[in-house]
T-cell receptor, first 114, second 112 residues
């Protein structure tokens, strides 16, 4: 599982409330990613990080913010959750082995916004 | 804009019945094509990465091939445990691009 732990695994929340999802890795990988997965869409990149305090936007970043204060933790925050953010969220790391581009994924967080 | 199209959307096979899944892609320059397997309720599991046309990779009953426009995942004599959704993704070679563009997957069911 590439040493990735996502928490919580399931969450139900109400529209307008803030939500933070956590991704924790144990292998000191530099790159970390947040994706969302929805029916009819492929996995889509929300934000990614290339080091402590270094982050950038992906293709569906509106309504989301991220933070990375330690190498091992990458947090995804929904400042004010909306029903359109109901989804399954996956964290990934990129293996730092030579020129490897391989991303390895966590088990996911299923978020329902009511 | 990068695009990935997978076909068929769903495929049902008898155990032992070989077949192929298709991944067609459009990308300005291919840095890598990736195949993942995803079981229900779990995260994608890495299978293969291919970098250049003509390249092939094998793992047990699976073989991935790559051309300039598409990739195939060949499944030989599948077993029920091969049932899963198979995802294809590409990364283009634009400098600084970290995004993987995923297809919507092929849901494979192997019937005993």
């Amino acid at each position: 599982d590439a040493g990735i732990t996502q928490s919580p695994r399931h969450k139900v929340t109400e529209t307008g409330t803030p939500v933070t999802l956590r991704c924790h890795q144990t292998e000191n990988h530099r790159y970390m990613y947040w994706y969302r997965q929805d029916p009819g869409h492929g996995l889509r990149l929300i934000h990614y990080s290339y080091g402590v305090k270094d982050t950038d936007k992906g293709e569906v970043s509106d309504g989301y913010s991220v933070s990375r204060s330690k190498t091992e933790d990458f947090l995804l925050t929904l400042e004010s959750a909306t029903s359109s953010q109901t989804s399954v969220y996956f964290c990934a790391i990129r293996a730092d082995r030579g020129s490897s581009d391989i991303q390895y994924f966590g088990a996911g967080t299923r978020l329902s916004v009511l | 804009e990068d695009q990935v199209t997978q076909s068929p959307e769903a495929l049902r096979l008898q155990e032992g019945e070989s077949s192929s899944l298709n991944c067609s892609y459009t990308v300005s320059g291919l840095r890598g094509l990736f195949w993942y397997r995803q079981d229900p309720g779990k995260g994608p599991e890495f299978l293969f990465t291919l970098y250049s046309a003509g390249e092939e990779k094998e793992k047990e009953r699976l073989k991935a091939t790559l051309t300039k426009k598409e990739s195939f995942l060949h499944i030989t004599a599948p077993k029920p445990e091969d049932s899963a959704t198979y995802l294809c993704a590409v990364r283009d070679s634009n400098f600084g691009n970290e995004k993987l563009t995923f297809g919507t997957g092929t849901r494979l069911t192997i019937i005993p």
